[in-house]
């Protein structure tokens, strides 16, 4: 069994806004689930400000045949950051021109983070790869960047690097994505039992996860 992560169904990285969340430390989670259920980008979670800020532009306007004056409200998104501009545009879709909006600023890791995250959707995983490293060499224990790494390594066919990063993303986490992408990998590979094994940890951590009972069934299955 292969769960395709890029496209996804989660909602922890609901990696399907891509919004993410920034903790205290200036780190980011992806909002949609950058992985399990298809994808979490969570984490995301959303990013420090869920959006752009909003101005409310007031006129009036006098309506023909009548003496009431008519005011009219609309909102125009004002953008404070680089991330932000780029977060929205993700969360439309529009994929490509977040990703530029990303590239624009590689001062700022939540950009990189972005910049790599939007590439892994697109499919370009060794730039994606190339992105969640220099996020790493930024800060070293950001937990996402190992994950959204893990999942383009899994898609490019290299399962070792995949698996030492879901590896590094647990120890540093322990999140349910970690064990169910581990344990996905493994089932590629068609090391069932290692995936039982594994998927076993996650349940006991995550017992009420549907889409971890459902692994371990097809993980079993396939040992018979």
Do not use: C
Not at 101 to 116: H, I
Not at 188 to 197: F, N, R, V
Request: charged share 25%.
């Amino acid at each position: 069994m292969k769960i395709r992560w890029n496209r996804g169904v989660k909602g922890l990285f609901f990696f399907l806004f891509l919004s993410f969340s920034l903790w205290a430390t200036g780190e980011i989670r992806e909002i949609e689930m950058i992985g399990v259920n298809g994808n979490k980008i969570s984490s995301e979670k959303m990013m420090e400000d869920t959006g752009p800020m909003k101005e409310r532009k007031e006129d009036t306007e006098v309506i023909p045949g009548k003496e009431e004056f008519v005011e009219k409200v609309s909102e125009v998104p004002i953008f404070t950051s680089v991330f932000q501009k780029g977060n929205a545009l993700f969360i439309q879709k529009q994929y490509e021109k977040a990703n530029a909006v990303f590239q624009s600023d590689f001062s700022d890791m939540k950009n990189v983070f972005g910049a790599a995250t939007t590439d892994r959707f697109l499919g370009r995983h060794s730039q994606a790869i190339e992105e969640y490293t220099k996020v790493l060499q930024m800060n070293a224990e950001f937990g996402e960047a190992y994950l959204g790494r893990a999942l383009s390594y899994r898609d490019s066919g290299k399962y070792s690097e995949a698996i030492s990063d879901f590896q590094q993303y647990l120890a540093l986490t322990q999140g349910e994505d970690g064990y169910l992408g581990l344990g996905d990998t493994y089932m590629a590979m068609g090391d069932y039992s290692k995936a039982q094994q594994i998927l076993a940890q996650g349940s006991s951590k995550y017992p009420n996860s549907n889409l971890m009972k459902k692994m371990m069934s097809q993980a079993y299955l396939k040992t018979k």
